[in-house]
């Protein structure tokens, strides 16, 4: 989803939900569209994973995307956006 400026990518995965940037750091490719595993989003272009729950680099744990504060209530997703 597009939210302003930022590009958010929300997952469900194992009973819960997650938000983080939804552009790949390594070239801009579309995490929405990555496979997820084992808490782990893959990005479809060249394979960088990020932690679903932090938007840390998989590999190196280096903090490389933004997570956001999701949750779910009465049917609706809520997301805090930085302010
Ligand atoms: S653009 Fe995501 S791994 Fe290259």
Do not use: F
């Not at 930022?6 to 469900?12: E, G, L």
């Not at 194992?14 to 070239?27: E, P, R």
């Amino acid at each position: 989803m597009v939210c302003g400026q930022d590009v958010i990518a929300v997952y469900r995965h194992a009973n819960a939900l997650y938000a983080i940037d939804g552009v790949c750091m390594h070239q801009g490719g579309p995490l929405a569209k990555g496979k997820i595993a084992n808490g782990t989003v893959t990005c479809p272009w060249h394979g960088w994973q990020y932690d679903l729950a932090t938007g840390n680099n998989s590999t190196t744990c280096k903090p490389m995307l933004k997570s956001y504060k999701i949750r779910e209530g009465n049917g609706v997703i809520e997301i805090d956006l930085p302010g």
